[in-house]
């Protein structure tokens, strides 16, 4: 079973990014629409910057070779990860 979950890790990467991603697109509707748009900002930034770590990951795992991309990447999520976590 946890083989077939290791074969598996770029779909849950995808489906774990696309959730968040979703949380961020309902938060940011709610925002324009509630009196209450700070908290939901804050929420739809909180989504949409931890929906895009997964997918940066696979997207630095699908790339073939050391170019400069998955570097850059790479470096990106670290700058994002101290920032907001």
């Known amino acids: 079973m946890i083989s077939w979950f290791l074969g598996q890790t770029d779909y849950l990467f995808f489906l774990y990014g696309l959730a968040f991603i979703g949380l961020g697109a309902v938060s940011y509707l709610l925002s324009r629409q509630v ?46 990860g101290a920032a907001f976590d």
């Open 35 to 80: 009196n209450q748009r700070l908290a939901w900002i804050w929420l739809a930034l909180f989504g949409f910057t931890n929906g895009t770590r997964p997918n940066l990951i696979l997207l630095n795992l699908t790339l073939p070779g050391k170019n400069g991309l998955p570097a850059a990447v790479a470096f990106g999520e670290q700058v994002r």
